[in-house]
C-alpha cells in the first residue's frame, strides 16, 4: 500500500492508506453499508414473475393499461422490505444488493445467458436455483416471440444487421453502429418528484377520474376507444404505488410489535406513520418528502428498465421548503436531514442495475447505475438557487465518500464563490464528485431548441451528462453508439475491418495508398464517416417506430403534464407540446482528429512518411516500426489548442452536425451529437485495429471529449481551449461533450490548490462548454490498487459520467484509467 508520507495524497488516497474513516454522527449509514457493500448481488425475480402473470391475463388490451394492471399485480404481490437500521421504507428486491428483471426487453434469451450471470467476468450475479426454474419454466417461455429485442432484431434490413450485430440472433453486438435501445425500455428518465410531493396520488387520481368523467360525458366514440384506457391505467397506477406504500406501513408496525430495542420501535412506529400519509397525501415536512420521493424513486424502477437511471432530480430545489420550515420550527437539525439523505444513499447503492444482454454489460462496467442528485444553477426566474441544503448535499459527498448518489452541480456566471469553493474542496476529495453542468451552454441551447425558458432554466441533470425538463422532455428511445475510428479503420482498408476477416461494412474508397493529396483522402474519410452516421439514422428510425409497441409507462405518464393534457403514454411517438431531444454518441474523437492531423502533417504536407509506410506500420501494430509510431505519436495532437489538430476536428464536428440537421428535418426530432462514451470506448477499440495516431490495435479509443491518452501536453486548460476551439457554436444539432480530465493531488494541495481547481471551473464556465470532472488520483496508488485489490477495495474513480470502485474494473478499465494524462500542473 501507498504510505502516506510518500506522496502527496488526495484525502480518499489518505483514508484507503491510514484505514481510518471518521464514523461519528454516521454509525447507522455504515451499519447499513458495511452488511453488503461489496458482496456479488443477488437476481430478484418477483417483478419479473409478477409482471408476466399479469400480462399472459391482459393480452389485447391497450398496452398502457396492461401495463398499469401488471404493476398493480406487483405491488400486491412483491414482498416487501425495510433494511435493519433504515429510516426510510422502499426496495424494488431482497436485502442485500440486487438486480431485477424485465423480461418484456430481453426475455428471449434469458435460458441461454441466465447459467453465465455467476461467473461472467464483469458483474457477475447470483441466482438461486429455484429462481433460475421459475425463470427458464414460467418467466422465459411466455415472452419467446414477443420482447422488443426479438422484434428489432427481425426486421432490421440486412443493410442495417451488417454494422449492427455480429451474430444471427442480434446478442452480440459488431460495435460499428451498435443499438442500445435492445437492453432499456427507456433512456433516462426524471419524474416530477415535486408534483408527487406537493399533491400526492389521491389528488392525482381524482384528476384522472374527474377527465375521465368528462370523457364519458363527451361520449365520442373515437376518444372513449383513445383515451378511456389511458385514464384507467392512470387510476389504476396510482392505487398500486399507494397499496404497495401501504403495505410499507402494514410491514414496519409488524416489526415495532416485535422489536425489543425501544429505540428501533419508535422509529418503526414513525415509518409506519410516514407511510400511512404519503405518497397518497402531500408530504407535510422534510421527513415525508424525503419518503415520498424515495417511493417514486423505486416504484419507477419497477415500471420500467430506464436506461441505468431513475435520477433524482433537483433535489436541494424540492426539498428545501420542507427543510427550512423543519428546521425553523424546530423539528429537525441539520445532521438528522443528513442523516435521512444517507439513509436514502445506503440503500440507493444496493440497487444494481442489471444486464443480461451481454452487450449491455460491456457499456458500463463496475455495476454501475448512477442516479444524479443535481445541485445548484439558477432558479425559473434566472436567479442563483444555491440554498443551504445545497451546501448539505455537497457536505455529504464530502464526509461520506459512496458512489451514490451521482453529484451534479449546475455552474452558472454569476455562481456564488463559496458555491465554487465548496466544489472545489468536494472534487480535492479524489472519489471524482461533482460532475459539473454548464447552465451557460445547456439552458441557452434547450430555448433555442423549443424549451420554455422558464422550464429550460430548471433542467435536472439525468444519466452521465444529460439534462431532462421533466414536464417538457418526451423521447425516451434509447440512441445509436457509432464507432467512427472504424470508418478510419474501413478508409484504410477499402471498407472492411481486420477484427471481421475482412468483411465488407463500410464503403470501398479504394486503395488507401493511392491517395495523392490530403483532400482526395479527407473526402474518402467523410465518405466512410458519414455512411456509418446514414446507417446509424436508419436504424434509429426502425427503433422509433418499434418501441411504442412493447412500452408503456403510466406512473411516468401520470406525472408528467404533457402526458396528462393529451391523454398519452410517453413512450408513444409525437405528444403535443414536447421536445424531443435524440442524439447520437460520436466514439473515438480524439483517435480520428490525431489520426487524420498526423497523416495531413507527415504524408502530405512534410512528406516525411508516405500512405505505405503508415499502413505497414499499422499492420505490424508498430512492431518493427518504432519509429514510424514515435512520428505519428508527435504529430500536432487534439487537446492541446493547437488550430493544426482543433481544426480538423471543428470540421469533423461540423459535417457530422450537417448530416444531423438533414435527419433532424426528416424524423421531426431533434438529432444531436454526443460525445459520452460511458465505458463503451473499451470494447470499440476491441474491434479496431491499430491507427496512425500511435494507438496499438485493440485498445481503447479516446473518451468523449478528452484528448487520446498522454496526447494531451499542455495542461487542462489547454484542454479545455481545445474543447472550445472545436465546437460550433452556430450550429445547434449538439448535446454533451463529456470531458475527463486527471490531476495529481499534489497540483490541488492547500488552498493554493483549491483556487485553481475554482479558476479551472470559472474558464470552463466563461468557455460555454457542457460538462466537466475530474480524477485527483496518483497513478501509483492505480498501480498499487492493481497488484493488491484487497487494500485498495473502497477506491473510487471517476470513469465516464459517473465513478465505481476501482476494483469492480476489468484490467483493460483499468487501464484505460491509469493511462488517462495526469496533469502535474495547472
Known amino acids: 500500500m501507498i504510505a502516506a508520507a510518500e506522496c502527496c495524497l488526495s484525502p480518499q488516497e489518505e483514508r484507503i492508506a491510514t484505514q481510518k474513516v471518521d464514523r461519528q454522527g454516521r454509525e447507522r449509514v455504515y451499519q447499513i453499508l458495511e452488511t453488503n457493500q461489496f458482496t456479488v448481488p443477488v437476481v430478484d425475480i418477483e417483478r419479473a414473475l409478477y409482471f408476466t402473470q399479469s400480462m399472459k391475463e391482459t393480452e389485447g388490451e391497450l398496452l398502457t393499461l396492461r401495463w398499469a394492471k401488471a404493476l398493480k399485480n406487483v405491488a400486491e404481490k412483491i414482498t416487501v422490505y425495510i433494511t435493519p437500521n433504515q429510516l426510510l421504507a422502499g426496495r424494488a428486491g431482497q436485502l442485500g444488493r ?94 416530477d418528484y415535486e408534483k408527487a410531493i406537493t399533491r400526492g396520488f389521491i389528488d392525482l387520481q381524482n384528476e384522472a377520474k374527474a377527465k375521465l368523467a368528462a370523457l364519458e360525458k363527451e361520449n365520442d366514440s373515437v376518444s372513449i376507444w383513445d383515451k378511456k384506457p389511458f385514464l384507467e391505467a392512470m387510476i389504476i397506477v396510482c392505487d ?48 415525508e418528502a424525503m419518503q415520498c420521493q424515495w417511493f417514486v424513486q423505486m416504484f419507477s424502477r419497477l415500471e420500467q428498465k430506464a436506461s441505468a437511471i431513475i435520477s433524482n432530480g433537483r433535489m436541494d430545489q424540492y426539498l428545501y421548503p420542507f427543510y427550512a420550515k423543519d428546521i425553523e420550527d424546530g423539528t429537525l437539525t441539520r445532521d438528522e436531514a443528513r442523516e ?16 443480461i444482454n451481454p452487450t449491455g454489460n460491456e457499456f458500463q462496467e463496475g455495476y454501475a447505475h448512477w442516479e444524479a442528485v443535481t445541485i445548484g444553477g439558477q432558479t425559473p426566474d434566472g436567479e442563483d438557487a444555491t440554498n443551504d441544503l445545497t451546501y448539505l448535499f455537497l457536505e455529504s459527498k464530502r464526509d461520506f465518500p459512496l458512489n451514490y448518489p451521482d453529484l451534479a452541480t449546475r455552474i452558472h456566471s454569476r455562481s456564488p464563490e ?92 479504394g486503395d488507401f495508398t493511392k491517395f495523392e493529396t490530403w483532400e482526395e483522402f479527407y473526402e474518402a474519410y467523410k465518405t466512410q464517416h458519414l455512411n456509418l452516421l446514414q446507417k446509424a439514422f436508419q436504424q434509429q428510425y426502425v427503433v422509433d417506430c418499434l418501441r411504442p409497441q ?4 403510466p406512473l411516468s405518464s401520470l406525472l408528467h403534464s404533457l402526458c396528462m393534457e393529451n391523454l398519452q403514454d410517453l413512450h408513444e411517438p409525437k405528444i403535443e407540446g414536447g421536445v424531443d431531444y435524440s442524439y447520437f454518441e460520436f466514439l473515438g474523437y480524439g483517435t480520428i482528429v490525431d489520426s487524420l492531423a498526423a497523416i495531413k502533417k507527415l504524408v502530405f504536407e512534410d512528406k516525411k512518411l508516405t ?62 451529437v454526443r460525445y459520452v462514451p460511458i465505458t463503451s470506448h473499451v470494447p470499440f477499440g476491441k474491434v479496431v485495429s491499430a491507427t496512425p495516431n500511435g494507438r496499438k490495435a485493440w485498445t481503447a479509443l479516446s473518451d468523449g471529449s478528452s484528448a487520446s491518452h498522454g496526447a494531451d501536453k499542455n495542461g487542462p486548460t489547454a484542454v479545455l481551449l481545445s474543447n472550445y ?32 481547481i475554482i479558476d479551472l471551473i470559472r474558464t470552463w464556465c466563461d468557455l460555454k462548454l457542457w460538462h466537466l470532472q475530474f480524477n485527483i ?50
Open 98 to 191: 440486487y438486480g431485477i428483471l424485465y423480461p418484456e426487453i430481453d426475455g428471449d434469451f434469458y435460458i441461454e445467458v441466465m447459467k453465465d450471470l455467476p461467473n461472467r467476468a464483469k458483474s457477475p450475479f447470483r441466482i438461486s436455483p429455484e429462481n433460475m426454474k421459475t425463470l427458464v419454466e414460467e418467466i422465459a417461455p411466455y415472452w419467446e416471440g414477443k420482447t422488443y429485442h426479438e422484434h428489432l432484431n427481425n426486421v432490421l434490413p440486412e443493410e442495417l444487421r451488417t454494422v449492427t450485430y455480429d451474430d444471427e440472433r442480434g446478442l452480440k453486438s459488431k460495435f460499428v453502429v451498435s443499438e442500445t435501445s435492445s437492453y432499456r425500455s427507456a433512456l433516462q428518465w426524471v419524474p
Open 418 to 509: 463559496r458555491y465554487l469553493y465548496e466544489v472545489a474542496l468536494t472534487v480535492k476529495d479524489g472519489s471524482g464528485f461533482p460532475k459539473l453542468i454548464n447552465d451557460e451552454e445547456v439552458v441557452p441551447l434547450y430555448a433555442i431548441k423549443g424549451a420554455p425558458m422558464d422550464e429550460a432554466l430548471d433542467y435536472a441533470v439525468s444519466g452521465c451528462t444529460e439534462a431532462r425538463m421533466p414536464n417538457r422532455d418526451t423521447y425516451t428511445s434509447g440512441c445509436v453508439y457509432i464507432n467512427f475510428a472504424s470508418a478510419l479503420e474501413m478508409l484504410m482498408r477499402n471498407g472492411r475491418m481486420r477484427c471481421y476477416n475482412d468483411e465488407l461494412i463500410g464503403v470501398e474508397t
Open 340 to 355: 435521512l439523505l444517507e439513509c436514502m444513499w445506503v440503500d440507493m447503492a444496493q440497487f444494481i442495475d442489471l444486464y
Open 240 to 287: 398500486a404505488i399507494m397499496i404497495w406504500a401501504r403495505r410499507h406501513a402494514d410491514l414496519a408496525r409488524e416489526l415495532a410489535a416485535s422489536e425489543t430495542d425501544p429505540t428501533r420501535k419508535m422509529e418503526l412506529e414513525r415509518i409506519a406513520e410516514t407511510c400511512e400519509r404519503v405518497p397518497a397525501y402531500p408530504a407535510r415536512n422534510f421527513r
Open 725 to 756: 476551439h472545436t465546437k460550433n457554436y452556430g450550429m445547434i444539432n449538439r448535446a454533451s461533450r463529456l470531458l475527463n480530465i486527471k490531476l495529481s493531488p499534489k497540483c490541488v494541495a492547500g488552498e493554493e490548490g483549491t483556487q485553481k
Open 611 to 672: 500512405l505505405k509506410q503508415v499502413l505497414d506500420a499499422v499492420d505490424a501494430d508498430f512492431v518493427g516500426h518504432e519509429p514510424v509510431r514515435e512520428m505519428l505519436r508527435n504529430a500536432p495532437c487534439y487537446g492541446n489548442n493547437d488550430p493544426y489538430a482543433d481544426s480538423i476536428a471543428k470540421d469533423i464536428d461540423r459535417f457530422t452536425q450537417v448530416a444531423a440537421k438533414k435527419s433532424s428535418e426528416e424524423r421531426g426530432v431533434h438529432v444531436d
Open 777 to 826: 488520483v496518483n497513478k501509483q496508488t492505480l498501480l498499487a490498487a492493481q497488484e493488491d485489490p484487497d487494500s485498495y477495495r473502497s477506491l473510487l474513480v471517476r470513469i465516464a459520467g459517473y465513478s465505481a470502485y476501482f476494483c469492480d474494473l476489468s484490467r483493460d478499465l483499468q487501464n484505460d484509467i491509469i493511462e488517462r494524462t495526469e496533469h502535474a500542473d495547472m
Open 550 to 553: 412493447h412500452f408503456a409507462a
